[in-house]
């Protein structure tokens, strides 16, 4: 098992451009999330789908949309990038421990790089 | 929303020697509390976790203690070792209302242990 997969591993944009994380889990995960992770501020929830057909804002959500395709993959899209979206993206996946309101483990992919010029 | 905060934002220590990381939380309906592991370039793993039905959890070396009244939770890990050098992060997770397992997480520690 490959567990979470994500692409690209590191991406330079400029200014405006827009772009596409791809995420991938083959662990029949329900939950997926999108964090990033910025020096000093931990790792912030921007988008996360409780289920396959569902998706719902994290903390930082301004500047990103998503879509969970389906049970499998969950993308995050960046349609005008901006400096302050510099950072290293996560993508993780949960099995509800006990149903939907009972956290469990995260796993997360590798992280992709993204710097905006 | 959730809010934690965690300290020491660095902590060194030498090899053999215990260490310390302490967080605290805001929300009362918090009840899941798991602590990760970060090695330099690589993902957050997770390495252990605490449920708000016990006060102290265990794993070799890691240990976990929970304060409900007060709000904090904290990471032991003793005897130390080289090994041991990563960012931990410590997370709650708020069960009521539509959380769906969401983590918040805390700032994170960098650890080193010196040889």
């Known amino acids: 098992n490959a567990g979470v997969t994500q692409t690209p591993k590191f991406q330079v944009l400029k200014t405006g451009q827009s772009m596409t994380l791809q995420c991938a889990q083959d662990?029949?995960?329900?939950?997926m999330y999108w964090y990033r992770q910025d020096p000093g501020m931990g790792l912030r929830l921007i988008y996360y789908?409780?289920?396959?057909?569902?998706?719902d804002k994290g903390e930082v959500p301004n500047g990103y949309n998503v879509s969970r395709l389906n049970k499998r993959e969950f993308s995050l899209r960046l349609e005008s990038a901006a400096p302050s979206q510099t950072s290293v993206y996560f993508c993780?996946?949960?099995?509800?421990?006990?149903?939907?309101?009972?956290?469990?483990?995260?796993?997360f992919g590798e992280g992709s790089r993204l710097t905006v010029l | 929303g959730e809010n934690v905060e965690q300290h020491p934002s660095t902590l060194s220590v030498q090899e053999g020697d215990s260490a310390v990381i302490k967080c605290t939380y805001s929300d009362s309906a918090s009840n899941y509390f798991p602590w990760y592991k970060q090695e330099l370039g690589k993902r957050p793993q997770l390495i252990i976790d605490i449920r708000s039905n016990v006060g102290e959890k265990k794993d070799q070396r890691i240990a976990v203690t929970l304060n409900k009244t007060a709000k904090h939770f904290s990471l032991h890990i003793t005897e130390t070792q080289p090994e041991d050098s990563a960012v931990y992060f410590c997370a709650a997770s708020n069960a009521g209302g539509t959380s769906y397992g969401k983590l918040t997480f805390g700032q994170g520690t960098i650890l080193t242990v010196h040889p």
């Open positions: 662990m029949n995960h329900n939950s």
């Open positions: 993780a996946s949960s099995e509800l421990a006990g149903g939907p309101k009972v956290a469990g483990e995260l796993f």
């Open positions: 789908s409780a289920s396959e057909g569902t998706t």
